[in-house]
């Protein structure tokens, strides 16, 4: 199977997804001058610092961390999350020119700042999910999360945590505490919707997943190397049939689930595949045992 193949439906997505983000951007965070994390949020305190054109920073800290991650996880960076974030540059700067660089609501209402913690939460929330759906993402500081992530013993949640929480009390000393309590409810906001757009079930960040397939050597290597997760090969039997299948049980995060969807309708039209809702992951990429373990005991000790 071809990696990062750009299919007609990924372009859609992209093209899309970046536009909706793109707007968000430009019409509700920066005039609200919330700073929500990630590239854009950097854009938007540099636009209100020294008024360089919003999309303009984007462009020039996506390239280097790109180039970073390509570096760090190779083919994964492909095209696709390139695109990603030349389009959501390029859309901000047009969109910022097209509707003025301050925004379209009144800010000197309070009222104004609420609206644009939830509709621009909601609207990028949803373009940042369509662009997930197409195995891409809009680069930006979700890569260095990641780098992170993998050469720490912290998980992804947390890597994530830490570079966005950067950026937002950054945010707090200059533009204010109440700016970064709203960059805050942005990103709650803005990571419900994505899950609900990714899946339409459920916003925990992992799921588990069963797959039998006639190709299953194929999957659980996709699995492995484009993933870069692992799993456990079960014993199965067919109820009816009563024949032995193999089969992977796997623990993927929600936004892989896509990727890894798409790849299985690829490999194996015909493959069944099982996916359920995970509250707890506990082990290597994901929360410690022992940390959890500790973290039960002090319940017990404090109750």
């Known amino acids: 199977m071809k990696k990062n193949k750009l299919t007609l439906i990924d372009l859609t997505y992209i093209v899309l997804g970046s536009a909706i983000v793109s707007f968000s951007i430009a019409v509700f965070s920066t005039p609200a001058k919330i700073a929500p994390g990630g590239v854009s949020g950097i854009a938007t305190i540099l636009y209100h610092l020294f008024k360089i054109d919003?999309?303009?920073?984007?462009?020039?800290?996506?390239?280097?961390?790109?180039?970073?991650?390509?570096k760090f996880f190779g083919s994964q960076y492909g095209i696709k999350s390139?695109?990603?974030?030349?389009?959501?540059?390029?859309?901000?700067?047009?969109?910022?020119?097209?509707?003025?660089?301050?925004?379209?609501?009144?800010?000197?209402?309070?009222?104004s700042i609420w609206l644009s913690c939830l509709y621009g939460g909601v609207l990028s929330g949803i373009g940042m999910g369509l662009v997930m759906k197409s195995g891409s993402n809009?680069?930006?500081?979700?890569?260095?999360?990641?780098?992170?992530?993998?050469?720490?013993?912290?998980?992804?949640?947390?890597?994530?945590?830490?570079?966005?929480?950067?950026?937002?009390?950054?945010?707090?000393?200059i533009f204010g505490i109440e700016s970064a309590l709203y960059a805050i409810i942005f990103c709650f906001i803005n990571t419900v919707t994505i899950n609900k757009v990714l899946l339409s079930m459920g916003t925990n960040y992992a799921k588990t997943v069963y797959i039998i397939s006639d190709n299953l050597e194929e999957i659980g290597n996709f699995i492995l190397n484009d993933l870069d997760r692992s799993g456990?090969?079960?014993?199965?039997?067919?109820?009816?049939?009563?024949?032995s299948?193999?089969?992977?049980?796997?623990?993927?995060?929600?936004?892989?689930?896509?990727?890894?969807?798409?790849?299985?309708?690829?490999?194996?039209?015909?493959?069944f595949m099982v996916v359920q809702e995970t509250?707890?992951?506990?082990?290597?990429?994901?929360?410690?045992?022992?940390?959890?373990a500790n973290s039960s005991q002090n319940d017990v000790t404090q109750d």
């Open 245 to 271: 299948k193999p089969m992977i049980m796997t623990v993927i995060p929600n936004r892989s689930i896509s990727i890894l969807t798409r790849a299985i309708h690829k490999i194996d039209p015909k493959a």
């Open 54 to 70: 919003t999309g303009l920073s984007i462009l020039v800290l996506s390239i280097p961390i790109f180039l970073i991650g390509v």
């Open 279 to 292: 509250y707890h992951v506990l082990g290597e990429g994901y929360t410690s045992i022992e940390k959890m």
């Open 138 to 173: 809009t680069g930006g500081t979700d890569i260095i999360a990641q780098i992170l992530a993998r050469y720490t013993h912290i998980t992804m949640g947390t890597s994530f945590f830490i570079v966005d929480g950067v950026i937002i009390l950054a945010s707090g000393f």
């Open 232 to 243: 456990t090969i079960l014993d199965a039997k067919g109820l009816y049939t009563k024949e």
């Open 82 to 111: 390139l695109l990603g974030s030349l389009l959501l540059s390029l859309f901000t700067t047009l969109w910022s020119k097209a509707l003025g660089y301050g925004g379209i609501l009144d800010y000197s209402k309070d009222i």
